[in-house]
Nanobody
Framework: QVQVVESGGGSVQAGGSLRLACTTS????????MAWFRQAPGQEREAVSC????????YFEASKEGRFTIARDNDKNTLYLQMTSLKPEDTGMYYC????????????????????WGQGTQVTVSS
C-alpha cells in the first residue's frame, strides 16, 4: 500500500504564496505519475498539474496561468507544488495522488489513473 501525505497548506491573503509538499512511501513504480488535484467547496475535484517520474510535466486548466510550478524529488519521495500570486478562487482542498502510468506517456487528469491519494491539505486565500 502506497502512503501519501500532504503538507504545506494554510491561509494566505491574495497575492501570497504557498508551497505544498507530498511525501510517499517508497514504491517507485507506483509513483510513475504524481499529480495535484484540488476541490473547491461544492465543486468537482479537478486536476491542477502532474509530473512523471522522469520529469515530464503537464499543466491543466487550473494552473495554466503560470502561477503554479510542480516539481518532484525522487530521492526524497516528495512532490511539490509552488503556488504564487494566489487568488481567492484558488481556495480549496489540495490532494496529492500517485499512479503507475507508463513513463512513455504524458501523465493525465483522470482521477482513475491515480489509485493512491492523500487526505488533502487546505488552502484558503482571502481577498
Amino acid at each position: 500500500q502506497v502512503q501519501v501525505v500532504e503538507s504545506g497548506g494554510g491561509s494566505v491573503q491574495a497575492g501570497g504564496s504557498l508551497r505544498l509538499a507530498c511525501t510517499t512511501s517508497d514504491h517507485p513504480y507506483s509513483r510513475n505519475w504524481m499529480a495535484w488535484f484540488r476541490q473547491a467547496p461544492g465543486q468537482e475535484r479537478e486536476a491542477v498539474s502532474c509530473i512523471s517520474r522522469i520529469g515530464t510535466v503537464t499543466y491543466f486548466e487550473a494552473s495554466k496561468e503560470g502561477r503554479f510550478t510542480i516539481a518532484r524529488d525522487n530521492d526524497k519521495n516528495t512532490l511539490y507544488l509552488q503556488m504564487t500570486s494566489l487568488k481567492p478562487e484558488d481556495t480549496g482542498m489540495y490532494y496529492c495522488a500517485a499512479g503507475s502510468g507508463p513513463l512513455w506517456a504524458s501523465c493525465g487528469a483522470n482521477r482513475s489513473d491515480y489509485p493512491y491519494w492523500g487526505q488533502g491539505t487546505q488552502v484558503t486565500v482571502s481577498s
